[in-house]
Structure formats: C-alpha cells, structure tokens
Nanobody
Framework: QVQLVESGGGVVQAGGSLRLSCAVS????????MGWFRQAPGKEREFVAA????????YYADSVKGRFTISRDKATDTVYVQMNSLRPEDTAVYYC????????????????WGQGTQVTVSS
C-alpha cells in the first residue's frame, strides 16, 4: 500500500502562485511514477503532470507547460507541484496519484490516489 496526502490548496488571485504538496508513505515506491491530476466542477478529471520518482524525469499537460513545475524530495518523501501564473480555469480539486506504470498514470488508472485539495483562482 502507498498512502498519499495532499496539502497546500487555497484561494489565490489570477496571476498568483501556489505550491501543492503530496506526502507519500507506505511500501517502497522508488520505482513508482507520481502524478498530479485535477477535476474542475462539471468536468472530467485531467492529467496535469507526472514525475519518475527514481530519475526525476517529468511530464506535463500542454495546458500547464511553462507554468507548473513538478518535483520530488527524496529526503522527505514528498511530491510538489509549483503552480505559477494561475488562471481562473486552473480552479479544481487537485489529486496526487502513484503507480508503477506511466501508462496507468497517463490514463488516470493509477492504483493509489490521495483525497484531493481544492485550488480556487479568482479573477
């Protein structure tokens, strides 16, 4: 089992920044991929970004490329997403997920999910 706990959500004005954290615990996850996803009201959940825990390789959705940065801290077993130049359309519940397969991450069928944290961007 892998446990994921997100934090850092809140309300921010358009153009502002937030950093979300995902605390990871449980069985060894050194071979896992970690991903961030979001779901806006009335919309389907979508992929935001992912990172390979072991190598730090990153993947981004086109909608956030250049504005969001995913990272991980092996010392604290935490995955972050730094969100800059936030837009009202970034408003959503953001979820952290983990899986051994990047395909499962990309297709949103990851095995482990956090409970989500709300991000609201006001115009």
């Amino acid at each position: 089992q892998v446990q994921l706990v997100e934090s850092g959500g809140g309300v921010v004005q358009a153009g502002g920044s937030l950093r979300l954290s995902c605390a990871v615990s449980g069985r060894t996850f050194s071979t896992y991929y970690m991903g961030w996803f979001r779901q806006a009201p009335g919309k389907e959940r979508e992929f935001v970004a992912a990172i390979t825990w072991s190598t730090g390789n990153t993947y981004y959705a086109d909608s956030v490329k250049g504005r969001f940065t995913i990272s991980r801290d092996k010392a604290t077993d935490t995955v972050y997403v730094q969100m800059n130049s936030l837009r009202p359309e970034d408003t959503a519940v953001y979820y952290c997920a983990a899986d051994r397969s990047i395909t499962e991450i990309r297709t949103q069928t990851a095995r482990y999910w956090g409970q989500g944290t709300q991000v609201t961007v006001s115009s």
